[in-house]
């Protein structure tokens, strides 16, 4: 059966998630032990492919299994959807095998956990839904490697953070991490476990970023960043990719940081007579604080804002994504997921789902992250701009804002946060000149594949940015 068919689920099959729950908990947070009963055991369970795309069947296989007794076969959603349950009988040699599982469109950017349990036994995978692990065709030497570490694979012929001997390529300095290229590659240090710029007062998403303030104060651990790097590169496309890593205190539970590309400048201020000093606010450029401001009705960002959250989380898991677009609903401007707009290949997360990766530059203190400690993502932002702003537009972005919240809800409070880097590059058709943006604009007019309402109100609200000021990387 298909997931839609799950979601109609009976009663029955909502309570079996909450004992699966509990399983995939134990199972995660032994995960490493897992491994070692699994082969104890000898009871394993498998998927033909680590990631899939929609509409495609996953195949499931076990192995090593008491024959004739029910194998429970669950499946939990990184994106809190409801789960699905299946059984399978082991054949006389102890194998199974389960093709109902199909994976859906509104899936992309999720991670499946599949959990297999036969009575005391239980062996665990996880596959993901487009979005995953692997090598982003950015542009960089051989592809940006996203992996879940900060040094390239040996011998792999990638580029990754740090480099690791000949053929990979490497855009900090080892060890110091100092990129090499400053004008395509951000570094940001934060403090942690103490004296740190955190956000004060209770600030969401979706909340004008004029109006968030900050303090002195401790984040909470397992959103407290250390490292945040940021990489622009283009491919062979012209298409513009956006790379970052950061890093959190406690892989204690699950962490969402969050990767904001501002079209405005956006910057930290410093103010005197706040509490918890130094504190103070942020301010957009043009501004949107108050009423008449220019980006005061759009709730202080310029629409098509875009925002990448990875969401990593504890155990050994592999991590997910989450991307949305800044524009109005129902009159009303907020943060909109279009993660499953993402193409295939166009958009890559992951985290360190073992102990001992080593961090040469240093993080918290140490030289190597336990698992779930880092993320690193790479996504293709020309692409996501083509898909849900307009063939005909586009965006430039002159800030990343790079925070940590407790979850994705939107009423999520903001906790940590890095300085924001200022950066200028361009995705989509928005080239980086006032001039090449208003003949974007004559296009759209002429066009008609471009004329439609919404790609003239985002060409029109990209030109009221101010014009484009250092040179794009
Ligand atoms: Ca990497
Ligand atoms: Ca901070
Ligand atoms: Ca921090």
Redesign the pocket.
Known sequence: MSKIFRAAAPLTSRIAPVLGAVLVLVGLIASSQLHLAQVTAGSTVTTDKNDYAPGETVAISGSGWIPGQPVALHIDESDNDLPWDASATPDAAGNFSNSDFVIQSHDIGVVFTLTATQGSVVATTQFTDVVGPGVALNGDPGGFEIQGGAVATAGGGHTDWIANGVGTTGLLTNPGGVPIDSTVTYRRL????GT???FSGSHGINDNPNTYTWKTAS?GNK????NVYVHISKDSAGHRWVTASADR?SNNGTSFVDFELTQADLTQVTDVGCSSAPCGHFVTNPAGAVAGDPLFATGGRIVNDLLVTAQYNSGGALASVIVYQWKAVSGVYQWVDITASIGAASAFVATNTVDGVSVPYGAFGGTTYSKNQFVEMSIDATALIQANVDPCSGISVHSVFVRTKTSTSASSVLD???TPIATSFSAGRAAGTAASQSSARVAASRTRSCSSPAALASAGTASAAPALPKSAP
């Open positions: 934060d403090a942690y476990n740190d710029d955190i984040a959103g407290d960043l250390n205190l940590d946060f890095v």
